[in-house]
């Protein structure tokens, strides 16, 4: 059956630091991934794509990567800071077609002070 | 520019009430989703709409769940009746459809709660 899995736990890193945040899948071949961010109470708000030919992907302190071998997106946020606090959530599309996506369960991060 | 506009924030209601909900997408936006979301886990689309016409409802309970986007612009999403397991929160999204830069852009949501 077709999967997406995030960091199971919560992650909690000191600021200043780096967060990796993982997206594993099974049984999609997805054309593109995204990423987005969850505050409480709020929509998902896009961050980055990553088409499946782009190995990397880089906004200001954001990297993502995205390894179609491995079936697997690595999400970096650098030089963490409070305000970077939230869940994240990988989406990809798992349906053929270009409009839909599948989301995962996000993974909350705290960036501690 | 206005983001994606949802209506109401909150709403409780006892079970077997109906309820709706509005959603007014960005301006210009011919792609429309709906979601729903449960706590701890991700969005999942319940009905997208290109201009007008629903063109994936899968996953749209269709007893008792029932969707509108008559001219193509906003969109109400209907229960009736409203079951315990309906609690969560309702995501409306649009994109401008652009077949690699479909970003989606999400109002804030309404929680339901079902008594």
């Known amino acids: 059956s077709q999967k997406i899995e995030q960091n199971s736990e919560a992650l909690n890193i000191q600021e200043g630091k780096t967060a990796t945040l993982t997206c594993n899948y099974t049984?999609?071949?997805?054309?593109?991934l995204q990423w987005y961010r969850q505050d409480p109470g709020r929509g998902p708000v896009f961050l980055l794509l990553?088409?499946?030919?782009?190995k990397e992907k880089r906004k200001e302190r954001l990297k993502v990567t995205f390894d179609t071998t491995l079936k697997q997106s690595l999400f970096h946020i650098t030089a963490s800071q409070p305000a970077d606090s939230a869940t994240y959530l990988c989406?990809?599309?798992?349906?053929?077609?270009?409009?839909?996506?599948?989301f995962g369960s996000g993974t909350q991060l705290t960036v501690l002070p | 520019e206005a983001g994606v506009v949802q209506s109401p924030r909150y709403k409780i209601i006892e079970k077997k009430q109906p309820v709706a909900f509005w959603c007014n997408p960005i301006?210009?936006?011919?792609?429309l989703y709906w979601y729903l979301q449960n706590l701890g886990q991700g969005p999942e689309l319940l009905i997208r709409?290109?201009?007008?016409?629903?063109?994936?409802d899968s996953q749209l309970p269709k007893d008792r769940f029932s969707a509108e986007r008559l001219k193509g612009v906003d969109s109400t999403l209907k229960i009736q009746p409203a079951e315990l397991g309906d609690s969560a929160v309702y995501l409306c999204?649009?994109?401008?459809?652009?077949?690699?830069?479909?970003?989606?852009?999400f109002g804030p949501g309404t929680r339901l709660t079902v008594l």
């Open positions: 999204a649009s994109s401008s459809g652009q077949k690699f830069n479909n970003e989606q852009f």
């Open positions: 049984n999609y071949s997805p054309a593109y």
């Open positions: 990553i088409r499946e030919n782009e």
């Open positions: 989406a990809l599309d798992g349906s053929g077609s270009a409009r839909q996506l599948t």
């Open positions: 301006s210009g936006h011919n792609t």
């Open positions: 709409y290109e201009n007008e016409e629903a063109v994936d």
